[in-house]
């Protein structure tokens, strides 16, 4: 089985930075993209940021500039550092991993429970 965690969440001012990170463990083969995706309630959940087993990052246009993706392959997680936060930028994060699965050889969508990420103004 495989499980991705989220951290980092938290109550922030407008203008403060935030990292978040995403750790996936279980029956993991090997990682291909991850992802931060964010939803505030009764929303669709949106793409914040991608990167690739290569790192090579995309970025929704409401964060270019502000946030970056990163990635450490040896511990198998994902990293969004968040500056200049906007009240906008509230909402739940999910982390989300292509992930290919030992037990049965295929590729898989996950997604971790989310970390709340707040910004007050």
């Known amino acids: 089985q495989v499980r991705l965690v989220e951290s980092g969440g938290g109550l922030v001012q407008a203008g403060g930075s935030l990292k978040l990170s995403c750790a996936a463990s279980?029956?993991?083969?090997?990682?291909?993209?991850m992802g931060w995706y964010r939803q505030d309630p009764g929303k669709q959940r949106d793409l914040v940021a991608t990167?690739?087993?290569?790192?090579?990052?995309n970025y929704a246009d409401s964060v270019k500039g502000r946030f970056t993706i990163s990635r450490d392959n040896d511990k198998n997680t994902v990293y969004l550092q968040m500056n200049d936060l906007k009240a906008e930028d509230t909402a739940i994060y999910y982390c989300n991993a292509q992930i290919i699965v030992r037990t049965y050889a295929y590729t898989g969508d996950f997604w971790g429970q989310g970390t709340q990420v707040t910004v007050s103004s």
């Open positions: 279980g029956s993991i083969f090997s990682i291909n993209a």
């Open positions: 990167i690739t087993s290569e790192s090579s990052a």
